[in-house]
């Protein structure tokens, strides 16, 4: 599992967009966001980069965690 601080995602159509750009990368990934902690946990077989730079290319600033 992968988890990333996504300090922008405030509401529910930014879990929806996060989601949707994680599984353009991986079409079976698992994503839990939480938004009271502006945090996602990624279930994939992809690696965190590549990862990151779909939320970023959905205007989403993250930083992996480890």
Avoid: E, W
């Avoid at 992968?2 to 599984?23: N, R, S, Y």
């Amino acid at each position: 599992m992968q988890h990333f601080d996504v300090p922008d995602m405030t509401c529910g159509h930014c879990v929806k967009t996060i989601t949707q750009a994680v599984q353009s990368v991986d079409p079976v990934a698992k994503v839990q966001a939480t938004l009271a902690t502006h945090s996602i946990s990624v279930t994939s077989s992809a690696s965190a980069a590549s990862l990151s730079a779909a939320i970023a290319a959905a205007g989403y600033a993250n930083t992996p965690r480890a």
